[in-house]
């Protein structure tokens, strides 16, 4: 089950129900497409900030990874809660 997450007032952050996480944990670790975790912090256009990992290509950018077409990005933060945030609602990105 998905719900919004009440911590944002602006609804920019989608959290996971626990019971979905292992098979979003088990999607974001496939092995077969080599992958890389990068740690980012994110700021939102209602001045919130939410941390975490991302999951990107190997041989990627994580400014190209953010300008693709995708509308949301999952990001699995430090309590391993995964969120699904909308791309238009992020103003900052910064590595950690």
């Known amino acids: 089950m998905l719900w ?13 129900e626990k019971s979905l996480i292992n098979s979003t944990r088990k999607f974001m670790e496939d092995r077969t497409i080599p992958r ?29 990874f953010m300008n693709k077409d995708e509308q949301f990005i999952v990001l699995r933060d430090t309590n391993d809660s995964v969120r699904i945030v909308n791309k238009q609602h992020i103003i900052d990105v910064r590595t950690q």
């Not at 911590?7 to 989608?14: F, H, K, L, M, Q």
């Not at 256009?45 to 999951?55: F, S």
């Open 36 to 64: 890389q975790m990068v740690s980012i912090s994110l700021t939102l256009i209602d001045g919130h900030t939410a941390t975490g990992e991302l999951q990107i290509d190997l041989d990627a950018r994580l400014s190209d």
């Open 4 to 16: 919004l997450d009440k911590a944002c007032p602006a609804y920019n952050i989608i959290t996971i």
